[in-house]
């Protein structure tokens, strides 16, 4: 465990006008936010590959599939590896929370108080669905604080989300989702990905509406936009030949997706795409 740490100040991230920070970010072996503990409410989550989590001097798995929420006290540091781990991090005032919880859940313990949270808090597949839909207005233009209080009124619910066994998402669905994240698949759009789900495309769109309530065109689509959005972040290759590689030859529908999904436009992406929580 590092013997020193950092305080990270919400000040140093936040743009006049932000209600919150609000960032993607990717984690790759020895590529490490600083030990530290800050002034502000945090929660992050993994999109994919692996990493670890320090907390407290305890280390715990970082997947796809957790959520973590970290307290302003709490000192920590969140890790890559082979696999560069990709999350999604927000950071926020202290007092939102504690407005909120007066407000909505003046009986309920903190959920940031609760051991499962720092441990890595699972979430089902419909959970995981939501948490999708409020990070693409987490990610609004300005950071809105509607879109950090909406966010933290729904979380006591999707932390409730029961798991469920007796429903589980086919393993040929998610391995198809899996697959289509990958630039040689996307690029044949939902045709591509009935052919790795080895269904039907009647079939496969069944299957996405029913266990995430979305269709295979939102799946792919959302597959582009993630990789187009590390394209702008960590390359300076023009954005008309960022959009083909997504196989979206029309460059006006490439930005009205873009900011559709991440409330800004690519060129104000690229310009942002530095602006995260570290040290």
Request: with cysteine; glycine share 6%; hydrophobic share 40%.
């Amino acid at each position: 465990m590092p013997k020193s740490w950092v305080h990270f100040k919400l000040a140093d991230f936040v743009r006049p006008g932000e209600g919150y920070h609000f960032a993607r970010t990717e984690i790759a072996a020895g590529n490490a936010a600083r030990y530290h503990d800050h002034d502000f409410h945090e929660i992050f989550w993994a999109t994919r590959g692996a990493g670890e989590h320090l907390l407290n001097g305890r280390t715990t798995a970082v997947v796809a599939g957790r959520i973590f929420l970290v307290r302003p006290k709490d000192r920590h540091q969140v890790t890559g590896s082979a696999d560069p781990l990709h999350i999604l991090n927000l950071a926020f005032p202290s007092r939102n929370w504690r407005e909120v919880r007066r407000r909505y859940f003046p009986q309920e313990r903190d959920w940031f108080e609760r051991p499962t949270a720092r441990a890595g808090w699972p979430l089902d597949a419909r959970a995981q669905g939501e948490l999708q839909y409020w990070a693409e207005r987490l990610a609004a233009e300005g950071r809105p604080r509607w879109a950090l209080d909406g966010f933290l009124m729904q979380l006591p619910r999707l932390l409730r989300e029961p798991a469920t066994a007796a429903d589980p998402v086919p393993e040929w669905l998610v391995q198809a989702r899996r697959k289509i994240a990958q630039p040689e698949h996307f690029v044949g759009g939902t045709p591509a990905l009935a052919r790795l789900a080895g269904r039907s495309a009647s079939h496969v769109a069944r299957a996405t509406v029913r266990w995430w309530k979305q269709t295979p065109t939102e799946i792919v689509n959302a597959a582009r936009l993630e990789f187009s959005a590390r394209q702008l972040a960590e390359t300076s290759r023009p954005i008309l030949d960022i959009a083909l590689d997504c196989g979206l030859n029309n460059l006006s529908h490439f930005y009205a997706l873009f900011r559709q999904r991440f409330g800004v436009s690519p060129r104000r992406y690229r310009l942002r795409a530095h602006s995260t929580v570290r040290g």
